[in-house]
């Protein structure tokens, strides 16, 4: 039973690294932009929310309402301000500029708020649990979890279901033809970025509310993005919920095993995985 709780409780973990990795997986999918500073706007979100909740007084999870459309904003302008210039064959600016904005963000937020550590406060919903068939499960972990899933399944209705999830689609495929066909590829970008973030806004709240947390973690929650997304197959969503199922069931195996091994069973995973299936466990298929 010990080992099945493990196995459990890490599938629900894995719904958090799915949450941080989605908004990795759709820019990437649309634009083929790797976004260093993914786990820096992470924290920001959760920085944000921590502000949200202590300024209006409000549960962290109604902070949603502000956190979202800010961190959407915030990704539009970075996206046609700065991130649409560094766009091109070569991924090597993309890469430089945002591991500048990282820099930029940690240093920033390091300022604000100092480097304590901090948690939001969600009340009876941080301890709440249930049990299932002799498993004891938290509601917060069972919430993120269906959260994730609800996120996938939104963004892949956006995706294959609106005229918005077609202009994705088209501009990834070939953005010069789609730019003659009357697509704004730079405000196509744009969109795409301001979804990303506002899925990021959500992953930042659950981190918030699961764990504390100080300006420099934005490197580690960018590494379990970055595996969870590389583990389902770069631009497949649904691929990337399942990454981060096997790197949270990985870690938690890893955790039983030995504390010390919790992290470095997870690497040694996507290793692994990396070393089999180069392109992931279900990469996108080209139609």
């Known amino acids: 039973m ?9 599938t629900l973990l894995g719904g958090l690294y799915a949450l941080f990795a989605a908004g990795l997986s759709l820019i990437f999918g649309v634009m083929r932009l790797v976004n260093i500073a993914h786990g820096d706007l992470i924290v920001l979100a959760a920085y944000l929310g921590l502000t949200t909740t202590v300024a209006l007084g409000v549960h962290p999870l109604l902070a949603l309402i502000v ?12 996206q046609r301000g700065i991130l649409n210039q560094t766009l091109g064959d070569d991924l090597l600016p993309p890469l430089l ?19 304590d550590p901090q948690k939001m406060n969600a009340g009876a919903l941080e301890t709440a649990s249930f049990d299932l068939g002799g498993l004891t499960l938290g509601w917060l972990p069972v919430l993120t979890m269906l959260v994730a899933i609800a996120v996938i399944a939104g963004l892949q209705w956006v995706f ?20 003659l066909m009357g697509l704004n590829k730079a405000h196509v970008f744009g969109l795409a970025m301001a979804l990303a ?23 580690g929650r960018l590494i379990f993005g970055f ?32 504390p010390g091994w919790q992290l470095l069973a997870g690497h040694i995973v996507f290793l692994l995985i990396l070393a089999v299936r180069p392109n992931g466990l279900f990469p996108r298929v080209a139609a």
């Open 2 to 10: 010990d080992w099945l709780n493990a196995i459990v409780q890490g």
């Open 67 to 78: 956190v979202v459309p800010a961190m959407a904003a915030i990704g539009y302008a970075l």
């Open 97 to 115: 500029v945002t591991f500048g904005i990282s820099v930029i963000l940690q240093n920033a937020l390091l300022e604000v708020y100092t480097a």
């Open 160 to 179: 294959y279901r609106t005229p918005l999830g077609r202009a994705f689609r088209a501009t990834s495929d070939n953005q010069d033809i789609a730019q």
């Open 197 to 219: 973030l506002a899925v990021t806004a959500i992953a930042g709240l659950f981190l918030g509310i699961r764990t504390s947390f100080d300006p420099s973690i934005g490197g």
């Open 227 to 258: 595996e969870a997304v590389i583990i389902g197959g770069l631009g497949n969503l649904w691929g990337t919920l399942a990454g981060g199922v096997i790197l949270g069931v990985a870690q938690t195996i890893g955790a039983k095993i030995d």
